[in-house]
C-alpha cells in the first residue's frame, strides 16, 4: 500500500518563506509522478495550485512555486500572506490509472 | 466559464445505494476524463475514481473498488457514481474534478455533495 506523506503542519510568520514536502513511504518522488498541489479552506472546494511538478495554475501568484527537493516534491511559498492559511495537499499519479493524495498540511500564518 | 454541478448525495442507510451525478458546462466534456475524489468530515482527500474522456477505461482506490461503479453519459454532459454496499466510512463530501487534458491533474472542482451513511 503506497502512502504519500506530508508534514501534518507548518506555521510560518507574515512574509516569510515555507517549504511543504511531498513524499512516499517507500521510494522517491519524481517528476514521473506528476506531482500537483491543491489549496483548501474549510468548506470550500481544492484550489489548484501547481501541476507537473512546477508548473503554476492560472491566476496563482508567483509566490508558489513547485519543485523537486531531494527525494520529494516541494511547494515553497515565498511572502507568506495571511490568506495563505490553509491546507495544503499533494498528489501523486502512481500510474495506471490509479492516484493518491496525501493527508495534506494544515498551513498556519502567525 | 467551466462549471461542475453534483448532486444527489443524502442520508442512507449502511449497505444501502445511491447514485451520484455531476453536471458539466462550459467546456467540451466528451473530451476530458473525469475523477471522483471524497473528503471525510474532518479528513483529508482521497480519490476515488477516473473514467476516460470515451467511458472506455475506469479506475478504482481500493476503499471502494467492487461496491462503487463510475460512468458518464456524453450526450448529457454528466458524469455518475453508482455507490452500492454503502458503509459508515463512505461517509464523506464527494467532489468531481475534471482531468486536465492527457496530463494527470485535477484542474476544475464542483462544489461538492455530501453522502452521510448512518442508521
Known amino acids: 500500500q503506497t502512502v504519500v506523506t506530508q508534514e501534518p503542519s507548518f506555521s510560518v510568520s507574515p512574509g516569510g518563506t515555507v517549504t511543504l514536502t511531498c513524499g512516499l513511504s517507500s521510494g522517491s518522488v519524481s517528476t514521473s509522478y506528476y506531482p500537483s498541489w491543491y489549496q483548501q479552506t474549510p468548506g470550500q472546494p481544492p484550489r489548484t495550485l501547481i501541476y507537473?511538478?512546477?508548473t503554476r495554475s492560472s491566476g496563482v501568484p508567483d509566490r508558489f512555486s513547485g519543485s523537486i527537493l531531494g527525494n520529494k516534491a516541494a511547494l515553497t511559498i515565498t511572502g507568506a500572506q495571511a490568506d495563505d492559511e490553509s491546507d495544503y495537499y499533494c498528489v501523486l499519479y502512481m500510474g495506471s490509472g490509479i492516484w493518491v493524495f496525501g493527508g495534506g498540511t494544515k498551513l498556519t500564518v502567525l | 466559464q467551466v462549471q461542475l454541478v453534483e448532486s444527489g448525495g443524502g442520508v442512507v442507510q449502511p449497505g444501502g445505494s445511491l447514485r451520484l451525478s455531476c453536471a458539466a458546462s462550459g467546456f467540451t466534456f466528451s473530451s476530458y476524463g473525469m475523477h471522483w475524489v471524497r473528503q471525510a468530515p474532518g479528513k483529508g482527500l482521497e480519490w476515488v475514481a477516473f473514467i476516460r474522456y470515451d467511458g472506455s477505461d475506469k479506475y478504482y482506490a481500493d476503499s471502494v473498488k467492487g461496491r462503487f461503479t463510475i460512468s458518464r453519459d456524453n450526450s448529457k454532459n454528466t458524469l455518475y457514481l453508482q455507490m452500492n454496499s454503502l458503509r459508515a466510512e463512505d461517509t464523506a463530501v464527494y467532489y468531481c474534478?475534471?482531468?486536465?487534458?492527457?496530463?494527470?491533474?485535477?484542474?476544475?472542482w464542483g462544489q461538492g455533495t455530501l453522502v452521510t451513511v448512518s442508521s
Open positions: 474534478a475534471k482531468n486536465y487534458g492527457t496530463s494527470a491533474y485535477f484542474d476544475y
Open positions: 507537473s511538478t512546477n
